[in-house]
Nanobody, 121 residues
Framework: VQLQASGGGLVQAGDSLRLSCAAS????????MGWFRQAPGKEREFVAR????????YYADSVKGRFTISRDNAKDTVYLQMNSLKPEDTAVYYC???????????????WGQGTLVTVSS
């Protein structure tokens, strides 16, 4: 499975951004999809995940109410809509896939290359 993340950029605090992650090389609907982020000097952290058909989502407390994860299995793509962005959201954002729901990066099997989100104050 190959994952290609896109949509990052430089925005101001309070702005919105939508990340996309396109999958190829596997059966997309067989995988739970997650978004993670890694800020400079920090460990990679869980952001959100969505189950196979999209019926269940789960968010880190730091993004709950501001970010929305969704997926389109017809397009083999998962999205992360980010609203009310804050400077502390600045990080490289990664999409990843796993067979069963998890918030642990080590359990995810496939990873995209990452897309940089920078939020200025």
């Amino acid at each position: 499975v190959q994952l290609q993340a896109s949509g990052g950029g430089l925005v101001q605090a309070g702005d919105s951004l939508r990340l996309s992650c396109a999958a190829s090389g596997g059966t997309f609907s067989n995988y739970v999809m997650g978004w993670f982020r890694q800020a400079p000097g920090k460990e990679r952290e869980f952001v959100a995940r969505i189950t196979w058909g999209g019926s269940s989502t789960y968010y880190a407390d730091s993004v709950k109410g501001r970010f929305t994860i969704s997926r389109d299995n017809a397009k083999d793509t998962v999205y992360l809509q980010m609203n009310s962005l804050k400077p502390e959201d600045t990080a490289v954002y990664y999409c990843a896939s796993v067979r069963n729901p998890s918030v642990r990066p080590a359990e995810y099997q496939y990873w995209g290359q990452g897309t940089l989100v920078t939020v200025s104050s």
